[in-house]
């Protein structure tokens, strides 16, 4: 989906308008809202991730852990916040 404000300018609606509206939908578990960039419509139906979708999560999921590591978390601190993010999207 387009941003909040890119969905202002298509539609021709109010900045706060659309940005109420977003965070409805979020609160309802129908979107993610990414801050400042995108925002990604949730389809608990879709198809099961392909050998490549895998492999690029992974290729991220490393890239955040090598940084967290770098920054000093310990292992049970990511654990910790991979967690609290999984049950906020309902991953887990």
Excluded: C, W
Excluded at 18 to 41: A, D, M, N, T, W
């Amino acid at each position: 989906m387009p941003s909040i404000r890119a969905m202002a300018l298509q539609t021709k609606l109010n900045l706060h308008t659309v940005h109420k509206s977003y965070k409805e939908l979020q609160l309802k578990g129908l979107i993610i809202r990414k801050p400042h960039s995108k925002v990604f419509i949730i389809n608990p139906h879709s198809s099961p991730l392909n050998d490549s979708d895998l492999q690029q999560i992974s290729i991220e999921l490393e890239q955040v852990i090598v940084e967290a590591y770098v920054l000093g978390l310990e292992q049970h601190q990511l654990q910790q916040i991979f967690s609290d993010i999984s049950q906020k999207y309902s991953l887990s």
